[in-house]
């Protein structure tokens, strides 16, 4: 080296024992000079690499590119003016020393490189440019030494040696000074750059790399946020890279990919099966069978797989960021070695102390920087997970076969979007752990399998009570009715027992693993210490071995804690990732099945010996079709309940396993199904369904489906909201609106599954003449109509007759009456008299067979035809409202100042006629802080004495921390004898004594704490249960279940299982800064003057991030449900959705909706970020101020208390970002407390049973009934129904109740069980004023035979008989009456019939009966029958009519009816018109009379 440089290269007492240290003129020379160009070159490989492959479009040369390319090239020009000077000297013979040559030559050609670099990124679209400022940065840092020591130099000689170097050294330094200040400023946007339409982009695409390293760019939002809530407007979109579209499409892309190669696998494999076998010959088959068997193991595709080549790279980058933290959280301790060392060295020079202080800061700020940046990777990579997988699902559920669709509801399905893409997103952030922390991998293995074993039996708990609750929820009517609350609230809360009991062992569990987490760091150290000076007298215990190793240690406490969450997180991924990838790789429809291109001419529909089933495994639910339809035809499709017609419609629109045969329909397709699906959307959104609006189109259509009235009706006209699953429109709307839509699509073909059924019978004969029938709006399309209205059949052109999955026969009207088969006689039997010719048909069974299609007929066997659309449609519908409960809508937080009303998420505003008409309630949502009542009303749930005793643990636990600490400083202390210490034994005794009371105390803390926690769960949960049942029936009609399920579901888990830990963690991460505090203040007094400022800067910070982040999580949550809702609703419509060929559309706004949700994601994730990094820089001021005092005063410390105290300052970083962490979630999960209270004090209905009013026990004995002068509405602001209704009813008497839809028939009932109270008048039974009994006394009299079969899943006995109050006898003898006992006995499991959710496993028909069972069971003097008949069919309905005859005889019957058959020979009929009584009389004189029944009954052919 000297001969390179011409001096010495390294000189100890002029750089480190002096009070004003030097580096030598080589060292600076060469080392100094050589640094940035070492790093220049070693990073532009990888850069270049970079900028090839991302390219921006470029920038526009500006006046700031001029510059930095200017002074460049001066700077370039100045180092070789070095080089030439040399030369100079060269020539001069004064030959200068090689490193003149050498060092200007390698600077000239580095700043040239980074002048050229400038423009090439330039060129890229790069704004700003982090490779070169960290240049121009280490070439400052580089040149400081020099300039300092060239001024030294100068000032101790008096005169400048070297004159020309001189200068251009400075005229060098101040260029890159200037070059420096240039590089951090940014450019202008590049040209060229994909146009992005953005009204409010991410600044973060165009902010510089400052900025971008510290976050700054979120600096707007938080003090945006700070001033006011923010709102959907405020947030920026998303980043191009983060979009649903680029994310599925490359996740799905991949996916395709790993399918394709597995399926190449297995066809690799059938290749070598046949190789094998042919050449094997000779030495007989055996050994080629071990060779097939063994190749049968093929592979399925890996649905991780294609993840890690989606978002892997991306992922790693994150990691290495990680790598590089890990090792510099390693220098720390280091430098506080060295500290120590210095404070005990009393002869050091003090700028050593000060350079180890700097030193520590900037080692802390780097790690700070990077660890940020790393999280930012990890947690982008979390969200861009979640949205690939959500969006994969999506797209498949479109996909798959209806036998797939039954293996998983589609609670399950929403579940797999919710909670298992969730589960990526939480694994992402810690995953870096998994390697980072390998060392203590044993331990946490074994704590695992402890903490892991209650956890999936408590969700298996948790999902059958939101089964049950949801269950209960949606028949609440019904329990109401048949007052039966009692027996359901025991069942709840039996479930909930064992939920709590799994939580408690769990509990247990956790408190023992965080005693032996918290205690393993201090054993360890306890031990090392205590073996270290045991093994040898001579092994001295000093400051600075006690103080790094406990550093050390410390480090090792947070991969310690976070390694069993991350294994089990790990653990539960993996389980999600099964679920994704079974459901991703279930069969999907064969798009090909239906051929839609070729076709015989003039057919439009043709199936050639086709046999359809349901799924691959099941029987063949249509066998050998043969059918040709015309094109123009009108085809009847006609056949007993369960006989296939639906399933027809099914197979023609490809939702069907083909077994074998051939398809073919020509042109487009509209369908209507038999269960009208209906969106939540406007009706007007309903019936365009995407096409473009042409309003002369639209009206016509509204015309002709009868729509118009119903408009006049509506609060919006066409602009009404529909709630989800229609639930604002009748069951005849909701099918009309259905057919609009198809006759709106102007499709070539219409298939009609039943859309008559549903409507009134006069409406009925409108729709067909004006849309369906020869001469309707689609007269010349191909329609296919499934029906079981007779009166049509005469002006269809062909009729189909199914019998049992079979075509029994096929013609015109007039052939198959020549016939005289199966079809004549069905039509014999329930024709009527009349000649069926005549021109205008008669409407016979009008509301009939409203489900028919899926109802098996009676006698069938279940298990094998049970259609499937259906159950797997109401399966949906019934969970569309639970769907939102995991995400929630939005929070409620009944708090503080300002109170906005924020609208359930699902309904955009509309403007309406009426406010007051609005059907459901936004929910309010509050903004501004959590107010402290919250917090005390769940200290109260808690205990107050219990939450005081954990707070005062808590001082007890940091007490006992820092007693241990200091007593470990005081030992380090102890002067050394003859080179060993005394009273060693004692000096571990009390160490160890310390340290095991702090892990106790811990231990009984965190086991109060759950144990309080626990018991607050259950008091909250019950009062919420006790209240829901006891909630009047008006609540849960302008409430959605999903919101109530909500409360039921995901506010009870945060209070189960979210705000225990996180007090438990809020509380430690508390204490820990203030005992650092202390201990700092108490070692270096100094410190105190800095500790204000800090606060007053933290609290800030903090300040500014809650209020940000706190509304940014509410409008996350908000902004969550649409998309599960949006989802459910798609797969309850997926053949609909198929039908018209929408699945595209519905795709992006599935996308948009979880864009939005991301939307409001993304800035929460790099808040936490942008807190971070402020936050740990209070954190490293401490550090600096620690060390910088401890330097300071360093004659009056001993080394025991530097260390003690810097060590203390080094952990506080963490505690300081966890607090401000916990404090924001704790902000956001204690809502739900407050949320679950609303509900608990929503007001009540009567009470139950009223002490010593109950009426006699046989009563109502005659079953006289009597309304005086009675008026009821159903809410508050709504207009009455009933209005001053006197009547009197005779025991015995059966009495029909008609009137059009509307009329107030069903008010009627209502009000008799008092879920309607009245609003003046009174209702007698048998002359007791119904007002004044009790609500069960009354309900528990009456019968009532509901409109719509309510079952709920457990057995049919429960059914039948929730209290057990019947004998078996009694049960048979009902079943037998309702004509089930021929279905029930050939059961294996008889009256423990396992009935699913809903009653799935029965078809609406049977469901009826049960209801009938029910009644015949409770027999009470007066029995209520609301249209009970309308889903069955006409056999069945006559033996009801029978079995009600004779069994109700001497009862009291009320019968709200739409067939008027049905009550014909009634003693009389009541017709209700607009709330009040039209007509009254028995049905003779009322036909006599012309009015308005004889009206009714010409249109339904009986007059």
């Known amino acids: 080296m000297e001969a390179f440089c011409g001096s010495r290269f390294w000189d100890s007492n002029l750089t480190i024992h002096t009070d004003n240290p030097d580096l030598t003129p080589c060292f600076q020379n060469t080392i100094l000079a050589w640094i940035p160009s070492i790093y220049l070159w070693s990073a532009l490989p990888f850069y270049l690499l970079y900028l090839k492959r991302n390219k921006r479009g470029y920038i526009v040369l500006s006046v700031l590119s001029r510059f930095k390319t200017l002074f460049g090239v001066l700077l370039w020009s100045v180092s070789w003016a070095d080089l030439f000077y040399s030369f100079h000297e060269l020539l001069q013979n004064r030959t200068p020393p090689p490193v003149y040559f050498v060092t200007p030559l390698v600077v000239g050609i580095t700043v040239l490189l980074a002048t050229l670099l400038i423009q090439y990124e330039r060129l890229r679209g790069v704004q700003s440019s982090g490779v070169l400022i960290i240049f121009w940065f280490l070439s400052v840092l580089c040149a400081v030494g020099p300039f300092r020591s060239k001024i030294m130099a100068t000032t101790a000689q008096g005169h400048v040696n070297e004159r020309f170097r001189f200068t251009t050294f400075y005229i060098y330094f101040a260029l890159i000074i200037v070059e420096l200040i240039l590089s951090c400023f940014k450019e202008k946007p590049p040209f060229f750059s994909p146009v992005s339409t953005d009204t409010n982009p991410c600044p973060e695409l165009n902010s510089g790399f400052l900025s971008r390293l510290t976050f700054w760019w979120f600096t707007s939002m938080a003090i945006h946020g700070y001033k006011r809530p923010l709102e959907e407007k405020d947030l920026w979109s998303l980043n191009e890279d983060d979009t649903s579209k680029n994310i599925v499409q490359q996740l799905s892309k991949e996916w395709d990919r790993e399918k394709e190669e597995c399926k190449q696998r297995d066809d690799v494999t059938y290749m070598k099966k046949s190789n094998h076998v042919l050449n094997h010959v000779g030495d007989g088959p055996e050994e080629a069978e071990v060779l097939i068997r063994d190749k049968k193991h093929n592979r399925k595709p890996s649905f991780l797989k294609a993840l890690l080549r989606t978002f892997g790279p991306y992922f790693l980058i994150g990691s290495f960021f990680k790598l590089i933290q890990d090792l510099l959280s390693f220098v720390n301790p280091q430098l506080l070695s060295v500290l120590i060392g210095f404070i005990k060295n009393k002869d050091a020079p003090a700028w050593w102390g000060f350079l180890i202080a700097a030193l520590m800061f900037v080692c802390a700020v780097l790690q700070t920087l990077i660890l940020h940046q790393h999280f930012q990777y990890c947690f982008v990579t979390g969200m861009r997970l979640r949205t690939g997988i959500t ?150 215990l000093d400051a600075e071995k006690a103080f ?15 390694l069993p969450q991350v294994i089990s997180n790990i653990a539960q991924t993996s389980v999600s990732l099964k679920r994704i990838q079974q459901f991703l790789s279930h069969d999907e429809l064969d798009p090909n099945c239906v051929e839609t291109k070729v076709i015989s001419p003039g057919n439009a529909i043709s199936v050639t010996n086709a046999t359809f089933s349901w799924g691959k495994e099941l029987k063949p639910t249509l066998k050998d079709i043969n059918m040709l339809v015309p094109s123009g035809a009108l085809v009847a499709v006609v056949g007993h309940v369960g006989c296939g017609k639906s399933s027809l419609v099914s197979a023609l629109l490809g939702e069907m396993e083909k077994l074998e045969g051939e398809v073919a329909v020509k042109g487009s397709v509209a369908y209507v199904p038999q269960q009208a699906w209906i969106q939540n959307a406007t009706l007007k959104d309903n019936i365009l369904f995407g096409q473009a609006p042409n309003e002369e189109k639209y009206q016509n259509t509204l015309e002709a489906c009868a729509l118009k009235t119903d408009l006049e009706v509506l609060p919006g006209g066409d602009q009404t909201e529909i709630g989800e699953k229609g639930i604002n429109l009748s069951g005849g709307q909701r099918q009309r609106v259905s057919l609009a839509r198809a006759v709106y699509s102007g499709s070539d073909i219409y298939l009609l599954d039943d859309p008559l059924s549903a409507v009134d019978s006069h409406v009925a004969k409108h729709i067909f003449d004006k849309v369906i029938g020869p001469d309707g709006v ?133 403007p309406r006629k009426n406010a007051n008409e609005k059907l459901i ?77 702090q892990g106790l105390i811990v231990l009984i803390c965190s086991f109060t704490l759950a144990m309080g926690g626990i018991n607050a769960a259950r008091t909250l949960h019950a009062a919420l249960l006790e209240n829901k049942f006891h909630t009047p029936q008006s609540f849960y009609d302008t409430t959605p279940t999903g919101r109530i399920i909500n409360r039921f579901s995901k506010d009870i888990y945060v209070i189960d299982e979210v705000i225990p830990p996180t007090i438990l963690m809020f509380l430690g991460t508390f204490f820990t800064s203030v005992s650092t505090m202390i201990v700092i203040i108490a070692s270096t007094p100094l410190f105190a003057v800095v500790i204000v400022p800090l606060a007053i800067l933290y609290f800030f910070v903090q300040r500014f991030y809650v209020a940000t982040s706190r509304q940014l999580k509410r409008l996350e949550s908000v902004s969550r449900s649409p998309i599960y809702s949006h989802f459910s609703e798609t797969v309850s419509g997926a053949s609909v959705i198929r039908a018209y060929r929408r699945v595209k559309a519905f795709v992006d706004i599935s996308d948009l909706k979880v864009d939005e949700n991301q939307k409001s994601y993304y800035p929460g994730i790099v808040s936490n970020r942008w807190l971070g990094i402020r936050v740990e820089f209070v954190g490293n001021c401490i550090v600096l101020f620690a060390a910088l005092f401890a330097v300071i005063g360093r004659n009056s410390l001993n080394a025991g208390l530097v260390g003690l105290s810097v060590s203390y300052a080094l952990q506080v970083t963490l505690s300081l970002n966890w607090m401000v962490r916990m404090t924001s979630e704790l902000e956001t999960n204690i809502v739900a407390v407050e949320r679950i209270k609303e509900y608990s004090e929503t007001e009540t209905e009567a009470p139950w049973i009223i002490e010593g009013k109950s009426p006699p026990e046989d009563w109502p004995s005659k079953g006289e009934l009597e309304f005086v002068n009675y008026s009821v509405r159903y809410r508050k602001g709504l207009d009455l129904v009933l209005k001053g209704i006197n009547l009197q009813v005779h025991g015995g008497e059966k009495i029909g109740i008609v009137g059009r839809t509307g009329a107030g028939k069903s008010s009627m009932t209502l009000c008799l069980f008092r879920i309607l109270e009245a609003v003046k008048g009174e209702i007698k039974i048998d002359g007791v004023k119904i007002s004044e009994i009790g609500l069960h006394d009354l309900r528990s009299r009456l019968t009532i035979i509901p409109q719509d079969p309510v079952l709920f899943s457990g057995t049919l006995r429960m059914n039948l008989d929730p209290f057990n109050k019947y004998s078996d006898e009694e049960i048979w003898k009902a079943l037998e009456l309702s004509h089930l006992k021929r279905f029930v006995s050939s059961q294996p499991s008889m009256l423990d019939y396992e009935c699913s959710e809903g009653g799935e496993n029965l078809s609406v028909g049977q469901r009826q009966l049960v209801c009938l069972a029910r009644a015949l069971l409770r027999k009470t003097r007066i029995l209520i029958l609301d249209e009970a008949t309308a889903a069955i069919d006409l056999e069945t309905d006559d033996l009801i009519q029978m079995t009600i005859r004779t069994q109700f005889e001497d009862c009291t019957v009320l019968t709200i009816a739409h067939r008027l058959n049905t009550i014909m020979d009634y003693t009389r009929v009541l017709v209700l018109d607009n709330g009040t009584i039209a007509e009254f009389d028995t049905p003779a004189n009322l036909i006599a009379a012309k009015g308005i029944f004889y009206s009714m009954a010409k249109d339904a052919g009986l007059a």
Not at 548 to 562: A, D, E, H, T
Request: proline fraction near 4%.
């Open 778 to 910: 689609l007269k010349g399309k191909t329609r296919i109509l499934v029906t079981h209205g007779i009166s049509f059949l005469p002006q269809v052109d062909h009729i189909v007759v199914l019998v049992d999955g079979k075509i029994s026969e096929m013609g015109s009207y007039q052939d198959l009456l020549k016939q005289n088969k199966a079809f004549a006689e069905f039509l014999r039997n329930y024709a009527l008299d009349e000649d069926i010719e005549e021109d205008e048909p008669t409407m016979l069974e009008e509301e009939e067979v409203l489900l028919a299609e899926d109802t098996l007929s009676i006698h069938t066997d279940l298990a094998d035809n049970e259609p499937v659309t259906n159950e797997v449609r109401k399966q949906f519908l019934r969970q569309l409202s639970v769907v939102s409960s995991e995400g929630g809508e939005c929070p409620n937080k009944m708090s503080t100042k300002r109170r906005v009303c924020e609208k359930k998420p699902a309904e955009p505003p509309l």
């Open 921 to 997: 309630q936004a929910e309010t949502t509050e903004t501004g802080t959590v107010k402290l009542s919250v917090f005390w009303q769940y200290m109260k749930a808690v205990n107050p004495v219990l939450s005081l005793a954990i707070c005062f643990l808590y001082c007890c636990q940091n007490a006992a921390a820092i007693g241990a600490n200091v007593w470990l400083s005081d030992w380090t202390n102890e002067p050394v004898v003859n080179g060993t210490q005394h009273n060693t034994a004692m000096r571990i005794g009390v160490y160890a004594a310390l340290g095991l009371l």
């Open 548 to 562: 790094v190793s406990l550093s050390l240690f410390n480090i090792l406490k947070f991969p310690l804690n976070m």
């Open 391 to 540: 969006g994969v699902i999506y797209r498949k559920s479109l996909a798959i076969t209806n036998s797939a669709k039954r293996s998983s509801t589609v609670g399950e399905i929403v579940n797999l979007m919710s909670v298992d893409a969730q589960r990526f997103m939480d694994l992402m952030t810690f995953l870096n752990m998994l390697w980072s922390a390998p060392l203590q991998i044993f331990l946490a293995l074994y704590f695992l399998w402890e903490a892991l074993g209650p956890s999936v039996e408590q969700m298996r708990y948790k999902d059958s009570r939101i089964k049950l609750m949801n269950e209960i929820l949606g028949g609440i009517k019904v329990l109401k009715l048949y007052a039966w609350e009692p027996s359901f609230s025991q069942k709840v809360l039996e479930i909930r027992k064992n939920e709590l009991r799994v939580l408690k062992k769990s509990a247990y569990l956790n408190s023992l693993s965080t005693f032996a987490w918290i205690s393993a760091p201090f054993l360890v150290a306890l031990t090392t210490f205590a073996v270290y000076v045991s093994v040898d007298e001579k092994n001295i």
